[in-house]
């Protein structure tokens, strides 16, 4: 079957939006007119129809709570019995979520059409990572697919919620600096100005901490625009200089450096490591093939090209927990614990152990770093304004002597 989209008009008169399966165009209009609907416009969504279309379903982005809910109810409909594609369908009819219900609808065609659900997937990288497709592919050549869905749901749950904390973390420091930026901006171009008047026919010298302001202030009120375009531009020039590996890698390098953030980037990624690692060999990949793809799951590129080397030299035929240990950069309780779990023959249980901590550590650095970041801005904002206090005050105090 094929998934079509169509716009109808209800018995009332209203237009009703949506997806129906159907074996063909003529199928699709009769199934909506057996629910009542008056059929204005069928189209096909499949790949085969997506060259009629200007944006084409593989390219559809799909929320990661989408993707869980996705695969947590398949691996039950699959684990009570249902057929593959009898899952699907259900999870499409009931799934609310537009995008989601068309890319299920699409990963359905596809399985009805000859391919594995891991192939199905694979064609929809947007919305499925690489590691869920892999993870898929190697859960069905194993026969545990209902199991590996539940697996890979928790972890994807699990890195959700970790990248939520770390947002929800971040939100407080960067209002509170956005609102130090607009309120200092405020001052110097509106407020300052019109104090300052006081002092303009004044024969006395002033000081140096207001002679600075003046020069600030007034150059802020005449050349804000300018100042504003040589902001974006920066912004904009910054952007393209990351889009250039050798400008990213050499950030990333820098990053690993900073006494608070590298730790910070050392435990996350490494933690992303590990779980990704875990998750895969317990899905039955082959060594080679899970570190190929949990190398992918590395943001920092100087990491990422220490995990490559150690890919490499396990393919030579070292060990794991050898090939670790040369990465300088990665966390020595993932080494040791990749050494214990290869010693006891039980190498997803260690990672799965080693992720748990990097996480844990995480969590408790990215504290450590708000606890210290939040007091520096609040007191790095104080030292702003009072020293936007003192050019002010002192011309004041100087003036009032000679009084």
């Known amino acids: 079957m094929t998934a079509y989209s169509y716009v109808a008009l209800e018995a009332d008169g209203r237009q009703s939006k949506g997806l129906t399966e159907a074996d063909s165009e003529r199928h699709a209009r009769r199934l909506l007119r057996e629910r009542g609907l008056v059929p204005l416009s069928v189209t096909a969504t499949s790949a085969k129809a997506s060259v009629h279309q200007p944006a084409t379903v593989s390219r559809a982005r799909l929320k990661p709570g989408s993707v869980v809910l996705f695969s947590r109810l398949l691996g039950s409909l699959l684990e009570s019995g249902l057929p593959l594609d009898d899952a699907l369908s259900a999870i499409a009819r009931q799934n609310g979520d537009p995008a989601l219900r068309l890319v299920v609808l699409e990963v359905r065609s596809r399985v009805l059409e000859g391919s ?13 990572p690489e ?4 993870t898929v592919g190697a ?3 194993t026969r545990l697919l209902p199991l590996v869905l539940q697996r890979v749901a928790d972890y994807l749950e699990r890195r959700q919620g970790l990248q939520q904390k770390i947002s ?3 939100i407080y420091p960067l209002v509170l600096t956005l609102v130090s930026v607009l309120v200092v901006g405020g001052l110097l171009t509106f407020v300052v100005p019109e104090i300052v008047k006081v002092f303009e026919h004044s024969d006395r010298p002033l000081p140096g901490i207001t002679l600075a302001l003046l020069a600030l ?18 912004v904009w020039g910054g952007r393209l ?3 250039q590996p050798r400008s990213r890698r050499a950030l990333h390098a820098l990053a690993l450096r900073l006494p608070l953030l590298g730790g910070f980037i050392r435990e996350n990624d490494g933690g992303r490591f590990a779980r990704t690692l875990g998750i895969l060999l317990n899905s039955g990949l082959s060594m ?8 992918k799951s590395v943001v920092n590129l100087v990491l990422r090209e220490e995990l490559a080397s150690a890919a490499l030299r396990v393919r030579e035929g070292e060990s794991l927990a050898n090939a670790l240990a040369r990465a300088p950069h990665l966390p020595p309780l993932l080494v040791h614990l990749t050494a214990s779990g290869e010693d006891v023959g039980d190498l997803p249980r260690m990672l799965e152990t080693a992720a748990l901590a990097s996480e844990r550590e995480v969590e408790m650095r990215l504290a450590v770093g708000l606890n210290l970041l939040e007091p520096a801005l609040i007191l790095g904002m104080g030292l702003v304004v009072l020293a936007i206090v003192l050019a002010i005050l002192l011309p004041i105090f100087e003036m009032n002597r000679l009084v």
């Not at 590691?131 to 892999?134: E, F, G, L, T």
């Open 116 to 128: 594995s659900l891991g192939d199905a997937v694979r064609q929809f990288p947007r919305a499925f």
């Open 131 to 134: 590691v869920y497709c892999a």
């Open 139 to 141: 859960g069905e050549q």
């Open 168 to 170: 929800l973390a971040l």
């Open 217 to 234: 202030s007034g150059g802020l009120a005449r050349y804000w625009p300018l100042v504003l375009l040589l902001a974006g531009a920066a």
């Open 241 to 243: 200089a990351l889009a």
């Open 288 to 295: 080679l093939d899970a570190l190929s793809i949990a190398e």
